[in-house]
């Protein structure tokens, strides 16, 4: 009689399929890449909008310095809350070792113009001399007008 010896262990194939990991991981980091500059917290403020709004791409820029003043008086540097007599030496500690030196600013619409002019005063006395009022491009809705029959 003889035994039959099975040899199936010897072909186990051992090896670790990472394809469906890979691509986990590269959804994982798209949306990483999408959420993460939403993620960067803003005061929160209505802008005033104008006709002939120019674009200012360095107040978007991570290390720009951006003053906001909310419809109800308070006072923000980035994202921290400050108060007129601290802005300007905040400023001025920001802007010692950088090359651009304008400081923007992003007031509310319905601001006191009261409080937006003591943050440019305290920016001024801090020593900044470029100053950018953020503003945005108020959207026209109406009609063109203009033609032969009008």
Not at 45 to 72: G, W
Request: glycine letters at 6%.
């Amino acid at each position: 009689m003889a035994l039959s010896k099975r040899d199936e262990g010897s072909k186990v194939n051992s090896n670790i399929n990472v394809t469906p990991m890979v691509d986990v991981m590269l959804v994982l980091l798209i949306i990483f890449m999408v959420i993460t500059p939403l993620a960067e917290q803003k005061v929160n403020v209505t802008l005033a909008q104008t006709e002939s709004a120019v674009a200012m791409d360095n107040a978007s820029k991570q290390d720009s310095v951006v003053v906001a003043v909310t419809r109800d008086s308070k006072v923000y540097l980035g994202q921290d809350q400050v108060t007129m007599d601290t802005l300007g030496s905040k400023v001025a500690d920001l802007l010692q070792n950088k090359m651009n030196k304008t400081v923007y600013f992003r007031a509310d619409a319905r601001a006191h113009y009261g409080t937006v002019e003591d943050a440019i005063d305290a920016v001024r006395t801090a020593g900044v001399q470029d100053v950018g009022l953020l503003t945005e491009n108020q959207q026209n809705n109406e009609p063109p007008s203009g033609g032969a029959g009008e």
